[in-house]
């Protein structure tokens, strides 16, 4: 890793402090190279530390020396405070919640996001600038320097500024040793998981490196976007807390273990409800907003919460009544997180425990949807008169997440997998051939692809069944509140935001059959996790229709 900084503010430094420059850095490249410096926010680069924090305040609204000192970091607060930023807008996030100190705490965070990050070794332009009057404030060491007007001789405050230099110094090298060893080991790991038995090294690109499946899936969940609009989708929320408050007498004096708790909104539902104990598990950084949540609402003498994965955590209790859990993804199973409320089931629920939701069932349509083909598929032939079909690399591969119109069904939607949460088991939930029949109700100029989405069922007895061919926005009318609550993501209902699953079929050179009433088509479909990454998901449908000669098979992924 590259330790070059920029020479311009260190030799003001160190003519000022008479120090000897090999001291400082005795790593230091030739003075007169410039460092390159990448924005927080985005790819720009700049030829210093002062033009991108410029950059980044009159752009992105963001003043990283302000929020430093609202937060009172230390140095290497301040290196977390960089990398966890930097980690955030690798996924997106272009507003990461810097509010507190305690979203950035993790160690993890001191290991650099970027490779040869020049920021992270020009930090001493943000926290010990000398020309601006910086470092003689700044808390280097947990104690403010004394200002000028204090110290008045300056033999002094060279003194002062030559102890401020050297603990610098010291936090930069300690910095530099432990990425360095952090990166040696993450090598050498690496290194050994690809040895063959027999010792011979084996090729590896970087595409065969093992990734961890759930540092990601864990860090996505740690910021207030995400819960804001799993809040929001009043759906899938008033469905939970109409169940729970219809229901209070499930709940009176019971113990429940909510998985996965997020924010805790459904551990403060069941509390509300008469729950006698409430253990709240989530493994990521949303679990200290959760514990803040419950404190401020006065529940804190019913609700306790846990960090860490629920096969890894110790509960204070042998047994709970009721498991409760928001475990669903896109097209129900991406994520895996039903693996880990499984889990819980089977080490925790009582003999005659409850579990929340009790079914959920998955289901598919034929799509038929020519105005989307000629928006978002079509529209790339000829773009302001250019041809810019290289924009769809990889749309007939991917499952795209989006709301489909009810008038895109090409024929009613059917069932190919129910899941019974008492009793479901986790091999069941990979699966290759799961059969379905679709008969087209309307001529269409071609079969575009295929639609999934859920129904989830929340029944207030492990008893009650929810027959496969039910669907949850008819539940309603053929059930009473009492006997339970359910809803569909599906395009018959309300707009939730899973939306559905849209798996677009590749024609390719065979060209679309148009298609007319009544034909039938012969399907099935598996769902398979990745090898790579257990969180992710290949979709795989094989399909038949019947009077074309058509057989096709496809496979599609969600990462």
Avoid at 54 to 72: A, E, M, P, S
Avoid at 493 to 508: A, E, K, M, N, R
Wanted: proline share 4%; with cysteine.
């Amino acid at each position: 890793m590259s330790s070059e900084r920029s020479s311009s503010n260190n030799s003001e430094i160190t003519d000022k402090l008479n120090l000897d420059e090999d001291q400082v850095w005795k790593d230091t490249e030739i003075d007169e190279e410039k460092i390159t410096v990448v924005s927080l926010f985005g790819p720009e680069t700049f030829d210093g530390v002062r033009s991108m924090l410029k950059h980044c305040k009159d752009v992105h609204h963001f003043d990283l020396t302000k929020v430093r000192d609202d937060l009172g970091l230390d140095f290497f607060g301040l290196i977390k405070l960089v990398n966890f930023i930097r980690s955030e807008v690798q996924r997106g996030n272009l507003t990461p919640d810097v509010s507190s100190e305690t979203v950035f705490e993790d160690d993890g965070y001191l290991q650099p996001v970027l490779e040869d990050d020049a920021l992270l070794y020009s930090l001493d332009e943000v926290v010990g600038d000398i020309e601006d009057g910086v470092l003689s404030r700044a808390n280097t060491n947990g104690t403010k320097l004394p200002s000028n007007e204090h110290s008045p001789n300056a033999r002094d405050r060279v003194i002062e500024l030559e102890k401020a230099m050297q603990r610098l110094q010291l936090e930069f090298s300690e910095y530099r040793e432990t990425v360095t060893k952090t990166l040696e080991n993450r090598w050498n790991t690496t290194e050994d998981a690809f040895k063959p038995a027999n010792g011979a090294e084996k090729s590896c690109t970087k595409k065969e490196l093992p990734q961890d499946d759930d540092s990601h899936y864990f860090s996505s969940y740690s910021t207030n976007d995400i819960h804001e609009i799993m809040l929001k989708d009043t759906i899938r929320t008033d469905a939970y807390r109409n169940f729970i408050y219809d229901n209070k007498h499930l709940f009176k004096d019971k113990i429940v273990l909510d998985v996965g708790c997020g924010t805790g909104i459904l551990s403060m539902f069941c509390a509300q409800a008469g729950a006698a104990k409430i253990i709240a598990v989530d493994n990521s950084e949303i679990i200290n907003k959760a514990r803040e949540n419950i404190h401020d609402n006065s529940l804190g003498d019913v609700i306790t919460c846990l960090r860490g994965k629920i096969e890894e955590v110790s509960l204070p209790v042998t047994r709970a009544d009721i498991i409760i859990s928001e475990w669903m993804g896109y097209c129900l199973l991406y994520e895996a997180m039903l693996d880990s409320v499984l889990w819980a089931r089977d080490h925790y629920l009582a003999p005659d425990g409850l579990m929340i939701p009790s079914h959920v069932t998955l289901r598919i349509a034929p799509l038929a949807d020519p105005d989307y083909i000629a928006d978002h598929i079509n529209y790339w032939q000829s773009v302001y008169g250019f041809k810019m079909t290289s924009m769809l690399a990889n749309i007939y591969d991917e499952v795209v997440v989006r709301d489909v119109k009810s008038s895109a069904l090409a024929a009613e939607s059917q069932p190919f997998l129910e899941l019974p949460l008492h009793s479901i088991q986790k091999e069941d939930l990979t699966f290759s051939r799961r059969p379905f029949t679709f008969q087209l109700k309307e001529d269409i100029r071609s079969l575009d692809g295929f639609v999934i989405w859920f129904d989830t069922f929340l029944l207030p007895s492990r008893e009650w069944k929810a027959p496969l061919h039910e669907r949850a926005e008819e539940w309603k009318y053929i059930c009473p509140a009492s006997d339970g609550l359910a809803f569909t993501t599906g395009p018959g209902g309300p707009h939730t935001h899973w939306q559905q699953g849209v798996l677009l079929i590749d024609h390719g050179r065979r060209g679309a059959l148009e298609l007319r009433k009544g034909q039938t088509i012969r399907a099935n479909i598996g769902y398979k996790k990745r090898k790579g990454n257990q969180r992710e998901l290949d979709i795989t449908i094989r399909w038949e229709i019947r009077g074309s000669g058509e057989k096709a098979k496809q496979l599609w992924f969600m990462r």
